[in-house]
């Protein structure tokens, strides 16, 4: 028999007030106190069906929701997700718990994560994951990386939800033992051909979707996957003009003031994909497609991501999604749990592809309020985005000397074997060497950056051994170097069976167990690849240095990245190939040049 969890509480009436015209993120996410919700993970945003029409309803992971929200112990009290509702769209107000405690196939301090609400039936569909089942349900006594996901129902958008006994999608073994593949993130999708598919999956095993019965309670055929082991998480999937948009996540959600977490996208005919992005790199491709949509800018926004894409009264479309607050990322004491309120920004349509308001990154100043009711109007089309900056080349190397130029030095040379230069350009074998935390044992080629704002860009071809597919993470680029625990480096790096592009961020100092590092990823690299950093000094709001990674495929144009902050400083110009044994880089022609106004 199933089982009946009531909601703590039930449709609450919204208090009646004029919509605003304008809004700043975070949004406005309170209890009925007035307390101020401090973090909404994973945000689902949803529109009542007909009985429930005015208001729009929003789902989160489970999570305390305050850093006062602490059970009689003390401990944080995680809600089995909460539950919001709005009339506007930016002013939410919490409605309830939607489940007391996890289903009764879930193990002792199993978090219920990423829910997903439909409308299907004729009632209301939550699908969510669970990270850790009963032994009964995985078939392996002892293990706690099982997750699975649930469906429950209901009559109405806040329950109270009747949870399915069984899951519908169980742990899938990854081998023997506790070895499972990430079961998380469930998506629902009403399909073109009258079917409906479930999305779910995480970096451990990928990416999947799954036919699902006519009730939308069972999986009806096998399994496709989508987007490869390593790199994504946290499907939303949207139809619109003959294609199936996937947008999706990738890199750490969750570190602090260094969370690299960002937002990619890509699209097929199909609900089974294949999914490729704007330049044609697909999700399954051992170089990984899908281009960045949303990623950290440099303002105080950090590690946006895990997003819900949906088109208000008037039809105009927006993303929400949760971030980071660099400046106040923690929402206890002990640093163990990250601040993730909810940001909400416009999202575009732009020759068949979204982009998000600007093209610049999360949000962090007034704009217009989506339309909530109907009767409200379209917003006026997009500004374009602003031009490229002029560059003015400074010098340039084409490393086709047998002597690397003087202006070159080496920071812990490597063995003669191991670099030459020439025709062909610069090549550098991959080492065990590394620059990460207490580790800073690679060499790095160095040069003086010039002052002001300036871009270096780097051709690159990288070749792997054969065995490079699964041991340690081989690496070749650049790196903007004010010493071994202060940089920003891109690199083309090989992760488990993938090839991707890594920014990443080293700080000098931090507080345990605050972070020292962190990583975001970018474009698809090819089998030639341009690399570029951009340096803006002094142009942050606490006239920190802005570091922007971009790239570029042979024949193809640049992909932006995100953006890096460094205090602002003279650092170096640094090149490297390290991590593990046996990689080939090969450098071609570098190009420094200063950064002036952007075109008009």
């Known amino acids: 028999m199933k089982s009946l969890l009531p909601t703590l509480v039930l449709a609450l009436p919204l208090a009646a007030a004029a919509a605003p015209a304008s809004f700043s993120n975070p949004l406005t996410v309170a209890m009925p106190d007035g307390t101020a919700v401090q973090t909404c993970a994973d945000p689902v945003v949803f529109k009542g069906g007909q009985e429930h029409a005015g208001n729009w309803y929003m789902y989160c992971t489970s999570d305390p929701l305050h850093d006062k929200d602490v059970g009689a112990d003390g401990r944080p009290r995680f809600r089995q997700v909460p539950m919001f509702q709005s009339t506007d769209l930016v002013r939410w107000e919490y409605a309830g718990d939607a489940f007391p405690t996890p289903p009764a196939w ?15 039936g004729g009632r209301y569909v939550m699908y969510f994951g669970v990270t850790d089942v009963v032994d009964a349900v995985s078939g392996e006594p002892g293990c706690d ?39 998380y993130d ?49 499907a939303e999937v949207v139809y619109r003009d003959g ?20 937002l990619y996208v890509a699209r097929a005919r199909h609900p089974a994909g294949p999914f490729v992005d704007a330049q044609g790199n697909s999700l399954l491709a051992a170089r990984v497609g899908g281009a960045p949509l949303l990623a950290q800018n440099g303002n105080r926004w950090v590690g946006p991501g895990h997003n819900t894409v949906f088109a208000d009264a008037a039809g105009q479309w927006w993303t929400a999604y949760h971030a ?60 374009p985005a602003p031009a490229a900056p002029r560059l003015a080349t400074v010098w340039t190397d084409r490393f086709d000397k047998a002597a690397i130029d003087p202006r070159w030095r080496w920071v812990r040379p490597p063995a003669p074997g191991d670099y030459a230069s020439g025709k062909g350009g610069l090549r550098l074998t991959t080492r065990k060497g590394d620059l990460y935390g207490a580790r800073n044992d690679a060499s790095v080629l160095a040069a003086a950056a010039p002052p002001g704002d300036f871009v270096v860009e780097a051709e690159l071809r990288f070749e792997l051994p054969a065995q490079a597919c699964c041991g340690d993470p081989l690496q070749a680029g650049m790196v903007l170097y004010g010493g071994d625990d202060d940089y920003v480096k891109l690199v083309h790096v090989a992760l488990g069976g993938t090839r991707q592009l890594e920014l990443a961020r080293e700080v000098e100092a931090a507080a345990p167990p605050d972070p020292r590092y962190g990583n975001t990823v970018m474009g698809a690299p090819g089998e030639r690849t341009w690399l570029r950093l951009s340096v803006r000094r002094g142009a942050g709001a606490n006239g920190e240095d802005l570091v922007s990674g971009s790239s570029r495929q042979e024949g193809r144009g640049w992909v932006p990245g995100a953006t890096w902050t460094m205090p602002s400083a003279a650092r170096r110009i640094g090149l490297v190939a390290m991590g593990g044994e046996g990689g080939l880089a090969r450098f071609g022609q570098l190009r420094v040049s200063r950064m002036g106004p952007r075109r008009r």
């Open 324 to 383: 980071i607050d660099r400046r106040q990322p923690y929402l206890d004491p002990a640093h163990t749990l990250n601040r993730r309120p909810v940001l909400l920004d416009r999202l575009d349509w732009v020759d068949g592809w979204p982009v998000v308001a600007g093209g610049a990154g999360p949000s962090d100043g007034p704009q217009r309020a989506p339309a909530a009711q109907v009767g409200g109007s379209m917003l006026p089309a997009l500004k």
């Open 145 to 183: 990386s099982d997750s699975a996901i649930g469906v429950a129902t209901s009559a109405g958008p806040l329950g109270p939800w009747q949870v399915d006994p069984v899951p519908v999608v169980a742990p899938r073994r990854a081998g023997t033992g506790c070895k499972f593949d990430w079961t």
């Open 243 to 262: 294609m199936y948009y996937l947008f999706a996540s990738a890199s750490n959600c969750c570190n602090g003031a260094l969370t690299g977490y960002g």
């Open 186 to 234: 469930p998506r629902h999708v009403a399909g073109r051909d009258g079917k409906g598919y479930l999305y779910y999956g995480s970096y451990q095993g990928g990416m999947f979707v799954q036919p699902l019965r006519a009730d939308a309670m069972a999986a009806s055929g096998a399994p496709t996957r989508i987007a490869v082991d390593g790199r994504y998480e946290g």
């Open 106 to 120: 879930a193990a002792r301090g199993a978090g219920m994560w990423a829910p997903d609400v439909r409308h299907i």
